[in-house]
């Protein structure tokens, strides 16, 4: 790298970089089974210089019968809780965690809009975050236009692994 800023839109509106260097410093990978943001984490960690090496991949997930097929989801939780909730998104991000094999999964799934989904409201959005010490859930509610909502959801996926990196 030359020292000129980056001109990825992505990693200038998301701390990617932070992330990459946090996972780096610590020897550790990531990898992601995304739904409303169909790869844009993903895409967005890949923006930055030195992310192949902790970017192990991802699962773009978007239709539902692909949360059971590639990433793991039970068909019961997709049965009773759908796809847009908490085990659903608890359940993609140790997808993304075993089957890449990472030592972190993330996993993002809700609604960006312009509609409702199965009784969630727009801006609905579920951030599984899965690591050595477990796993957790993180609902968010997030506000704007589509694109706004997707870039939301990266940018909370992304804070959210930095957070649980420093305080472990």
């Known amino acids: 790298m030359t020292g000129?800023?980056?001109t990825d839109?992505?990693?200038a509106e998301v701390p990617a970089a932070d992330?990459?260097?946090a996972l780096s410093s610590g020897g550790q990978t990531v990898a992601t089974a995304e739904s409303l943001t169909a790869g844009l984490l993903a895409a967005t960690l890949a923006g930055v210089p030195g992310a192949s090496a902790v970017l192990r991949g991802g699962l773009?997930?978007?239709a539902t019968d692909l949360k059971e097929t590639l990433a793991?989801?039970?068909a019961d939780t997709?049965?009773?809780d759908g796809p847009v909730a908490a085990s659903t998104a608890e359940q993609l991000a140790v997808g993304a965690r075993i089957r890449c094999g990472a030592d972190w999964g993330i996993?993002?799934?809700g609604v960006a809009g312009p509609d409702s989904q199965d009784g969630r409201a727009v801006g609905t959005v579920f951030l599984g975050l899965s690591g050595p010490e477990g796993t957790e859930v993180v609902r968010l509610k997030l506000s704007g236009d589509r694109w706004t909502i997707r870039v939301s959801a990266?940018?909370?996926a992304v804070t959210e692994l930095l957070r649980s990196l420093r305080s472990g």
């Open 4 to 6: 000129h800023p980056s």
């Open 9 to 11: 839109p992505l990693t």
């Open 19 to 21: 992330l990459v260097r």
């Open 60 to 62: 773009i997930v978007y």
């Open 72 to 74: 793991g989801v039970s």
């Open 78 to 80: 997709l049965a009773t």
């Open 107 to 109: 996993g993002l799934t």
């Open 154 to 156: 990266v940018r909370a």
